[in-house]
């Protein structure tokens, strides 16, 4: 006889993906990643057993943006770029919801950049997932901040000049306390990080690369292609080599201080002669953030595009820390009074 398990909290059945839906039209174009990444975060949020009341979902202005429509959570379509002040506010506000900020690479690396900097550094409990496209999708193509040099687009017709921004070292710059990459096209790789982003206790920066296949279409489809996936990617495993290819004949050594590509068939290496992966070492996740070779202009020391947890450490978390300061002062001073701080210590009677 089978026996139903119970939400142990709501003490209710857990929900399925399905019920995280909502009645809303999904208006993205018929093969747009975010199909893919919308399905992974309903059927990871159902795994956990989560209820749709225990989830708010915070995205500020863009295609990505309209996930909280899509989402059965409570949910904030937000203004551009100002995602993250919502999340913060909301995180300060109730410390028990699961909070999923979506953002693209316009919105979070653009106009909201700044504020994308300050909530990794400020470390709040939540989840940030970054969609990188390489584009403005729902302005109608024009280069974004992480679109590749010489982008040929509606705003860049002789090609675009700006040197492209890179997610995950944006993060490690901003001392973030976890940053992954995972892609639309990986559902088991995608879910995963979903996972681990979730478990996380801190900011975790999640970049997910996410196909436009109106305005920028295959951009990453030499990482997510099954003919080019296993050259040009490395997926991290904490404790394990780094070892990609085709027969997992390729892995990456650490020459001093300098990662090389070496063949394990020919030149005489084994596993154990490789860079070990350690999600705790911030200066070996800065080299991986800038493994950020562009495939299609191979060079004799190609190196590969990490996918995984780059960096995972423990700090206290923001919301923490002010609500033990907001104790420790109400200890010391007594319970606050609105009208009198309004009014300070020095006021005039006016005749």
């Known amino acids: 006889m089978s026996t139903l398990t119970v939400n142990k909290v709501s003490g209710k059945a857990p929900l399925k993906a399905k019920d995280f839906a909502t009645d809303q039209d999904v208006r993205w174009c018929p093969g747009c990643g975010d199909y893919s990444i919308l399905k992974q975060v309903q059927s990871v949020l159902a795994e956990l057993e989560l209820d749709n009341d225990e989830v708010a979902v915070i995205s500020g202005i863009g295609c990505s943006s309209r996930f909280p429509y899509y989402m059965k959570t409570y949910g904030m379509h937000s203004i551009h770029g100002r995602a993250p002040a919502i999340a913060s506010g909301l995180r300060i506000a109730n410390r028990d919801l699961s909070i999923w900020l979506i953002t693209g690479d316009g919105d979070g690396l653009s106009i909201g950049g700044n504020h994308l900097l300050h909530i990794l550094r400020r470390n709040f409990n939540l989840n940030i997932l970054l969609f990188n496209n390489q584009i403005y999708g729902l302005t109608k193509g024009q280069y974004s901040p992480t679109s590749e040099f010489n982008t040929k687009t509606k705003s860049t017709p002789y090609g675009s000049l700006d040197h492209p921004v890179n997610p995950p070292l944006f993060a490690m710059g901003a001392n973030a306390t976890f940053v992954a990459r995972s892609m639309d096209r990986d559902p088991k790789n995608l879910k995963e990080m979903l996972r681990r982003s979730n478990a996380?206790?801190?900011?975790?920066?999640?970049?997910?690369?996410?196909n436009c296949n109106i305005f920028n279409d295959g951009a990453f489809f030499a990482f997510t292609d099954k003919a080019t996936k296993s050259a040009n990617c490395v997926f991290l495993e904490q404790g394990q080599p780094l070892i990609f290819g085709t027969?997992?004949?390729?892995?990456?050594?650490l020459d001093g201080h300098r990662p090389s590509v070496v063949n394990l068939e020919k030149d005489g290496f084994s596993p154990n002669d490789l860079w070990i992966h350690d999600e705790k070492d911030p200066f070996k996740a800065q080299m991986l953030a800038h493994f950020f070779d562009d495939p299609k202009k191979r060079e004799n020391n190609f190196l590969p595009r990490p996918f995984g947890v780059l960096y995972e450490i423990e700090r206290p978390c923001y919301e923490e820390m002010l609500y033990e300061q907001l104790d420790q002062a109400t200890q010391q001073n007594g319970k606050g009074d609105l009208d009198n701080l309004i009014a300070g210590n020095v006021?005039?009677?006016i005749k």
């Open 200 to 210: 996380h206790s801190g900011t975790s920066f999640l970049e997910i690369y996410q």
């Open 347 to 349: 006021t005039w009677q």
């Open 247 to 253: 027969n997992r004949e390729l892995g990456i050594r």
